[in-house]
């Protein structure tokens, strides 16, 4: 079975601009969270979406935002980047939302921002 | 709110030589707690979790890791480490609230150095 797949891996964007990342999760699972990792703030939680809804946000700002489609697939927008957005970003799939539920990481995109 | 601890940032170990990576939470309500590895450039696998029962869990890679309430920590252990244990490992709780349950809440992590 395939597993998590998150496209680009690699992306550079300009101070100002907004970026798209897209999240494919294993084949069934229907909930995808998102993380941010960083040196210096480590890994937070952004948002889960379970059946195309927003189950859960964590404390970002409003400029990060996601969705999920009918397919499960997630993509997260980050508006008006900033160079702090520099980051590696994680998307994880479940079966469903739930602790009970092992959360299946995918490789990262690893966004910087000039 | 909920948080984690991870005591040490590095741990240097030789080969062979067992291990123990240190996690401490707090949290006003019942948690729900995880072991995360990391290799270099990649995602986070797995290790162990535990989520009720015996507190003493058993993960992959022969990682063990025991629940302790009193003392609200979630130490992680292996008898033996070797070479490829060498990778940053995160220790991580979850709890339920409002709708549902939380993300997951990390530690900043230990790095594990394995020496030959």
């Known amino acids: 079975k395939a597993g998590v797949t998150q496209t680009p891996r690699y992306l550079i964007k300009t101070r100002g601009q907004q970026v798209t990342l897209s999240c494919s999760p294993i084949?069934?699972?229907?909930?995808v969270s998102w993380y941010q990792q960083t040196p210096g703030q480590g890994l937070q939680f952004l948002f889960e979406?379970?059946?195309?809804?927003?189950?859960n946000k964590g404390n970002f700002p409003g400029r990060f935002s996601g969705r999920q489609f009918s397919n499960s697939r997630s993509e997260m927008n980050v508006s008006t980047l900033e160079l702090g957005d520099s980051a590696l970003y994680l998307c994880?799939?479940?079966?469903?939302?739930?602790?009970?539920?092992?959360?299946?990481f995918g490789p990262g995109t690893r966004l910087t921002v000039t | 709110a909920q948080s984690v601890t991870q005591l040490d940032s590095q741990v240097p170990v030789f080969e062979e030589a067992p291990v123990e990576l240190r996690c401490n939470y707090s949290?006003?309500?019942?948690?729900?707690l995880f072991w995360y590895v990391q290799y270099p450039n990649q995602g986070l696998q797995l290790l162990l979790k535990?989520?009720?029962?015996?507190?003493l869990v058993k993960g992959i890679n022969g990682f063990e890791a025991e629940f302790n309430k009193s003392q609200t920590s979630f130490h992680l252990r292996k008898p033996s480490v070797h070479i490829s244990d060498t990778a940053e490992y995160f220790c991580?709780?979850?709890?339920?609230?409002?709708?549902?349950?939380?993300?997951?809440?990390f530690g900043k992590g230990t790095h594990l150095i394995i020496q030959p």
């Open positions: 994880a799939s479940s079966l469903r939302t739930g602790v009970t539920y092992e959360q299946y």
């Open positions: 084949s069934g699972h229907r909930s």
């Open positions: 979406y379970f059946s195309e809804t927003q189950r």
């Open positions: 949290s006003s309500v019942s948690v729900y």
């Open positions: 535990y989520l009720s029962g015996s507190t």
């Open positions: 991580a709780v979850r709890t339920y609230s409002g709708g549902g349950a939380d993300g997951l809440t």
